[in-house]
């Protein structure tokens, strides 16, 4: 597990690069020929994170069901992201990892609701949902090198 912490606090840290790197026009920018932005993307991992990990072990996380709506699989940006919102997503990028391991290593993760994704992940474990949501967070980080040529 060690490992799959490291490589999403690695990926989480790249992810909040892009608000160090681009202006919060460019985060909104939505590139002709695409369907989301740079921060849609980004709110969209913190959403799935959320529900791969809590959500699918019954526990509500730590996010608001307004988020969880907006950012959601089959979601696009349907409105000019602000400056308040950005900086909540912006916290909670990394302000969720502690918290997500400490839960872990507290082993309140014990039941499992055991699914297959849309993407194909056969999940019947935390640690199947850990592993899972660290290549969705990859995943949309190659949508966003690809976004960032046109912002």
Known sequence: MEALFKTWETSRRIYLSYFENYSLDQLNKVPNGYNNNLIWHIGHIIVTQQKLIYRGSHFPGYISDDLLVKYQSGTKPDAYIPQKEADELKTLLTSLIEPTIDD?????FLNYNERTTGTGFH????????ECNNYHEGMHLGYMLSIRKFV
Do not use: E, R
Not at 104 to 108: A, N, S, T, V
Not at 123 to 130: C, G, K
């Open 123 to 130: 999940l019947s474990s935390i640690t199947d949902a850990f």
């Open 104 to 108: 872990f290593l507290k082993g309140i």
